[in-house]
């Protein structure tokens, strides 16, 4: 009897402690900056699940690619990553730097459909960070 409530009370410490663990990229609203120690700008604003179905993107790996020896493998997806995670500061040898990744990323993609925000001020919005 007592073990169900052990469990239960388990689970909701290491969410409590890992807030992170608790939330998705659906319930994203905001790129994750955390990794920049002094960001210039705040966190990019990012409703995944609203920007997805205004785009009409159904699979992840249209942005969450892989690569492998330099070519995008198309039928692999790293959603369950942070960006982060491939890609560090700075450029390194052909893989860019973080902040060039998102850029490249996102607003190839939007010059492409010929919609989406371009401009700084327009992902980078003052009210939704910290600054």
């Known amino acids: 009897m007592r073990r169900p409530y052990v469990f ?3 689970a909701f410490a290491l969410l409590w402690v890992n807030p ?3 939330s998705a990229q659906e319930d994203m609203t905001v790129i994750d900056n955390s990794v920049f120690e002094k960001p210039q700008r705040p966190p990019a604003v990012f409703k995944h ?3 997805n179905e205004l785009a ?3 699979e992840c ?3 969450h690619h892989v690569y492998a020896e330099g070519q995008r493998l198309e039928d692999e997806s790293s959603e369950d990553q942070r960006c982060a995670d491939c890609h560090e500061l700075q450029d390194v040898g052909a893989r860019p730097g973080l902040v060039k990744a998102f850029h490249t990323n996102c607003k190839n993609c939007h010059r492409d459909q010929k919609k989406g925000p371009l401009m ?3 992902c980078h ?3 939704a960070g910290k600054f």
């Open 8 to 10: 239960i009370c388990a």
């Open 20 to 22: 992170a663990a608790a």
């Open 49 to 51: 699940d609203e920007h």
């Open 56 to 58: 009409s993107i159904e």
């Open 61 to 63: 790996n249209e942005c």
């Open 120 to 122: 700084c001020g327009q």
């Open 125 to 127: 919005i003052r009210s």
